[in-house]
């Protein structure tokens, strides 16, 4: 596997995360992990995380083609 196929794969994943998150905070949807109730600050910076680095890897798999 080469750098650019794994740049893409973590593109995708960390997409899923980062619409998972926005989609809890746009449904304003609860969520309970071993009984503890989850805020939603919390996906809200998840969703700059995983935005974040949705886009760089993205960006560097750009560059990676165009080299």
Do not use: C
């Not at 794994?6 to 969520?31: C, D, E, K, P, Q």
Request: aromatic share 10%; net charge positive.
């Amino acid at each position: 596997m080469n750098l650019k196929t794994l740049l893409l794969i973590n593109t995708a994943i960390f997409s899923v995360g980062f619409l998972a998150h926005l989609s809890r905070i746009v449904l304003n949807t609860g969520l309970k992990v071993f009984g503890v109730e989850i805020p939603l600050w919390l996906s809200a910076i998840a969703v700059l995380v995983t935005g974040y680095m949705t886009y760089q890897n993205y960006a560097h798999s750009k560059k990676r083609n165009s080299k």
